[in-house]
């Protein structure tokens, strides 16, 4: 359940009344949620950099506007045909996944400004840049929540964004409590992981060995790689490790004294390709989306989000030229109130040793490993955690959804006969379970015709050289 | 200096004399080579998978051929417009990097021949696939070797393949010895690397901690991940290491009787796209590349690469399936005494601990970090190993050429004043270093352009469908 810890706000951390695996176990937990505040304009700021306030439409352009819809159809669309249990097993999965997704937005996108809105969501979404994310999966983790607007929307009647009173670190602890604090080891990083026909064995840097049956492992796939095994792992598994890193965030909580931007009319949000930036080092400005974050009690706060190439650049600045024009960035959305406020916090979630960054995402060419090594089961060790869930992939509900996933692979396998075959599907023990499909396809058609041309042409050019030298 | 050991075969293992920085050790520890052999016919097997025994220029339709030729006039063109010492900083630097090899190779070639023909050199050569490859880092490694013909060519006037009599392990050896047998540690795994103002501590798995003034790291970048340290590297740094994975690679030999191929007037090499397979779960045959290896004293072997995704497919079939399946390869190459073997020996270094594959490659959107992330040093760190190196990267010429750089950082700090500015060139130390380049360039302008055209083909609907339902 490492996933849940992370998720603390906005996005990872809000669930959606769609999210029903999160929904049912704060429901069980007795926790309440609480609605995003999304009342008033928005902000926009893409294309000429300009800053604009929109309620319901952004004043884009009617071209760019028309662009973007388009580019919903089609990825709306695409993500159909993507199964998310196993996406590279679908006629264009290989295609999808040969291209990164910055080549994909730019044989779909014709204007700048629809680009940069598109750019500026997938950075905020998965804090990485388009170039470094296989199409394929991003088709796919929009399928595993359902479509690219279930993922976008935050207007009321829809799946919006929920909060939980007290934040989400209570779901971690109330898990804790009822496995038993003195069952839950914090502190024990594992370094090893022995394998043999009778037990697991985990080794701990601390020198502590724990014996067990069945093991669960959450942590995320590259993070996973700091870990030994004996046996090592499946190739399939190895390999998704290597390709799936995690990108880079930066949250900042920004504390005021008053809610001024509710006042002004102005719900708090922002979504921004960060621009200009008078900062050697930094082509953008910090920040690619913000929101509100006033506490249930009413302490005013936003929230914002420096991710992708954005954290890589502006981390390597001072901490008060970052801290200046994350503000000047707030002033430019929301007035010049933004520029004095309270307090200043900031988080790189790259700096955490056994985190490395906010979300992850598959590159290129590897997508042909990705269901069977994050979910097949090895010997006595399963794989849990929001990277490879089914539904909503990468959030909180992925996490629990998978971890219920692992604790029936588990059950199954310690009372056999205990868990019915309908409870067992979707785990590699169902009886109707099929092996993920990892072969290419070949659909090398295209290169008939193309040499064709290709003769064609050639043939042209010779016939006009013989004739102008004969 | 872990390249040297790795590499003890053809490609990474075989020196070229315009491979200075190898040729020079060899020279100095008095270590003899010998040529690759390569007289006779080669094999060639793409396309229609039909085996092609050619001599001089294989018997491919001549549209396949002016296809190749081609795309190496435009890799030889683009590859000198790349700076391997800052290869992101080039007028194109962004758009390669946010490009798949594969993506690049679709849009540059026009025939099934020739792609297979140019997929299974890429494959044999980094042992990845093209999908996962930066096309910048792809340009960049030919820059780093002198061009693509440099990497291709084994005909004898020129750079031609050599191989050390002995095997390339002396050199390790010879090394060892140079610095006191008893002055190396082998079987001390690091796994924490903890800096302070006066010195570097490493801290190995065995318990034992050494301290010291300078540290070297050759590990390559992603195998360093196994490793702590304290304070944590740059973010430059710890990001390329995520995104510089190993390929995947099984090397085998098999010696025979008697060299039945030379006898056929065949030179034992080949280059195949792996031809059809009859093995359920790998969509083609087992090969890649095949050369001759016969020792200097005789004893008659082929030497055959199961590369990339090859590799992967491959390792998954039982141990005879894979044996029998390059057998059959084997047999049609070089005819059916190949069957027959005295010996057939396999190497996955896939399963090496502290190597993880063969050759390691830079996904997409990872560029703007690799010349800072590989060469800066870091405190008292400095960074060695064949990835990264100015001249001939990923080779072995290359591991002791960015060994000789990190050996002058460290001299030019213990001793301030021996090193001349004239050797530190090419160093961060050097007074004309200018830090690598990480801005993304504005190459947006193409927006424009398809913005109008995007705008006037909406019009032109908008006004078909006024026309139409007036």
Redesign the interface.
């Known amino acids: 359940m490492a996933a849940l810890t992370t998720g603390t706000w906005a996005d990872s951390g809000c669930p959606r009344t769609s999210q029903k695996d999160i929904m049912a176990l704060l429901q069980e937990f007795g926790l309440e949620t609480y609605p995003q505040f999304t009342t008033g304009s928005k902000v926009l700021q893409v294309g000429s950099a300009k800053v604009q306030r929109f309620k319901w439409i952004p004043s884009l352009s009617p ?2 506007l ?2 973007l819809l388009f580019f919903i159809w089609k990825v709306e669309r695409l993500q159909k045909q993507v199964d998310h249990g196993d996406p590279y097993n679908c006629s264009r999965g290989e295609e999808w ?4 997704l ?2 994909f937005l ?1 044989e779909s996108l ?3 400004g629809a ?1 940069e809105t598109i750019a500026a969501f997938i950075r905020s979404l998965i804090t ?5 994310i296989s199409t394929l999966y991003f088709l796919s983790t929009m399928s595993s929540a359902g479509g690219l607007m279930a993922m976008v929307e935050t207007n009321e009647d829809s799946a919006q964004g929920l909060k939980v009173k007290g934040g989400t670190q209570q779901i971690s602890k109330i898990l804790a409590e009822k496995v038993g604090t003195d069952n839950v080891l914090l502190e024990h990083a594992v ?1 090893k992981v022995i394998q043999s026909e009778e037990s697991i064995q985990l080794k701990c840097q601390n020198g502590l060995t724990v014996s067990c049956k069945r093991a669960v492992m959450a942590a995320p796939p ?1 993070v996973a ?2 870990i ?1 095994f004996e046996p ?1 792992l ?3 598994r ?2 998704i490790e ?2 799936m ?2 990108g ?1 965030c930066i949250k900042v909580v920004i504390t005021y004294e008053e809610a001024f931007w509710k006042s002004n009319g102005q719900s708090g949000e922002a979504l921004t390709y960060g621009g200009p930036s008078d900062v050697s ?3 953008v400005g910090p920040l690619s989306a913000v929101c509100d974050a006033t506490t249930p009690k009413g302490s005013p706060a936003l929230l914002a989000f420096l991710s992708g ?1 954005q954290a ?2 502006w ?2 600045q001072k901490a008060h030229t970052r801290k200046n024009a994350v503000l000047k960035s707030l002033t430019d959305f929301f007035g010049s109130q933004a520029e004095t406020c309270l307090d200043y916090f900031e988080k790189d979630w ?2 955490e ?1 056994f985190i ?1 960054g906010a979300l992850a995402g598959v ?4 997508m ?2 990705f269901a069977a090594g994050l979910r097949e089961p090895q010997g006595r060790l399963h794989f849990a955690g929001a990277d490879g869930a089914m539904e909503w992939d990468g959030y909180m509900s992925g996490g629990v959804q998978s971890g219920i996933r692992a604790a029936t692979e588990i059950l199954h396998q310690l009372r056999p006969g205990s868990v019915s075959s309908a409870e067992l599907s979707g785990t590699a023990y169902s009886p109707s379970y099929k092996a993920p499909q ?3 396809r ?1 659909v ?1 058609q295209s ?2 015709t ?2 064709l ?3 064609i042409l ?1 043939g042209v050019i010779a016939l006009l050289y013989g004739s102008l030298y004969r």
Request: contains cysteine; positive net charge.
């Open positions: 071209i760019v028309i662009d996944d040969t291209k990164t910055e080549t730019k014709w204007t700048r680009y990485m840049e388009p170039s470094q370094t590259m790689r700091q030994q090592q499946s190739l399939q190895r390999e290597k390709w890193p995690f880079n080092g930094c082509d190439d890589i650049q981390s390597r790259s700096e040793l490395e590159s290129t060419g590897a042909r490993n990892h072969l290419r070949k090398k290169y008939m193309k040499g041309s290709f003769a050639v």
